[in-house]
């Protein structure tokens, strides 16, 4: 399996209600490295960028305001299997329908306030991560 970076987002609910060490204890447990890290609020601008892909969908107006609402925590994982394997951490977009032990099963409040993002395949990963960080940002370099 190649070693591979994805990027994290720990959303405005896990940021508000104390979750960030608790999912990268996650993170860490299961092997992956922070390689890049950084506390920032989204812009409407930007959240609207960054979830373009569904701007068509019914979930879309709502979720650009919550994911404004607050700080939230980006980060670039790197490990073997990055991109599944942070997915797999965080589990199915619908709490209810999430793994137990996942992220999502364990702390999530509803499908939209999940706790987490992460990059579902190779190319949004490479996207995503640029979204955030520059090349010189990941370490190491
Ligand atoms: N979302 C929502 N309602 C839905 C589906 C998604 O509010 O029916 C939100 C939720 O916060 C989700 C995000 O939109 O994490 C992006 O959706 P996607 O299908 O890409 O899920 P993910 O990749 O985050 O599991
Ligand atoms: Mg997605």
């Known amino acids: ?3 591979e970076r994805t990027l994290s987002i720990v959303k405005p ?3 508000a209600r104390n979750l960030i060490g608790e999912v990268y204890r996650r993170f860490e447990a299961a092997g992956l490295k922070v390689i890049a890290a950084r506390m920032l609020q ?3 601008r930007e959240a609207r960028s960054f979830y373009a892909v569904h701007k068509e969908r019914p979930f879309y107006a709502d979720l650009v305001r919550y994911m404004t609402s607050g700080p939230v925590v980006v980060q670039v994982l790197a490990g073997e299997g990055a991109i599944a394997k942070n997915r797999d951490i965080m589990g199915a977009t ?4 999430a793994a137990q032990g996942t992220i999502r099963a364990d702390l ?3 499908i939209e306030r999940n706790v987490v993002h992460g990059s579902d395949a190779a190319e949004t990963a490479a996207d995503e991560i640029a979204f955030f960080f520059r ?3 990941l370490y190491p370099r």
């Open 94 to 97: 619908d709490p209810k329908k």
């Open 42 to 44: 989204l812009g409407e």
């Open 135 to 137: 090349s010189t940002e």
């Open 13 to 15: 609910d896990g940021v």
């Open 108 to 110: 999530a409040e509803s």
């Open 1 to 3: 399996m190649p070693v």
